[in-house]
């Protein structure tokens, strides 16, 4: 493969990811704004998620190619998804934290004490609402990437794209 056939692989499959990223950041994003209105406080941070959305799209599309060991390889496809949701979102609780800590040492006198007041304020809340929205974006992302290698690249997408058989018409279950 040629070096701008792999470069334009690279920076689709980035892009790709960054906008299912962004568009679960950005309806985190949505819902802070619209809670932060009751008590009038603007939310600003819309171009630092498209940041994250970026990094997060790039670290995951890395972390694919990591194995996970033979246990794992010879266990149900679940395993796979769980181990990869958890470590990801550990992953993105550690930065999130670090990004905090970072944001306020000036105002509190280090980058430790920083680090305690995150779990002492309500930036402990603001840590868990992200790791919690991107922890289902990181779970669906990983149970995407399953059915993908299971049915076949771009099979996935056909299906949705497609009309439903039988006219849509669910099946009903006789019990």
């Known amino acids: 493969m040629s070096v701008m056939k792999r470069l334009k692989d ?12 962004s568009t679960w950041i950005g309806v985190l994003a949505l819902l802070k ?20 959305a970026l990094i997060l799209a790039k670290a995951v599309l890395m972390l694919e190619h990591v ?7 010879k266990r149900p496809a679940i395993f796979d998804v769980i181990l990869r949701t958890v470590l990801c979102a550990f ?21 430790v004490s920083s680090l305690f007041w995150v779990f ?9 609402a992200n790791v919690i ?11 995407l990437s399953v059915l993908r290698r299971h049915l076949g690249e771009g099979v996935l997408l056909r299906m949705l794209l497609e ?3 039988n006219g849509g018409e669910r099946r009903s279950s006789k019990t």
């Open 163 to 165: 009309p439903l058989p």
């Open 133 to 143: 929205c991107i922890s289902g974006a990181l779970l669906g992302y990983n149970v």
């Open 10 to 21: 690279e920076i689709r499959s980035i892009a790709l990811l960054m906008l299912y990223f």
């Open 120 to 128: 002492q304020s309500v930036d402990g809340y603001h840590v868990g």
């Open 33 to 52: 704004t619209l809670i932060l209105m009751e008590y009038r406080i603007q939310f600003h941070g819309l171009a630092l998620a498209l940041l994250g």
């Open 67 to 73: 194995p996970l060991g033979a246990y794992i390889r």
């Open 91 to 111: 992953g993105v609780f550690v930065l999130v934290v670090i990004e905090k800590a970072v944001e306020g040492r000036a105002e509190h006198g280090g980058f």
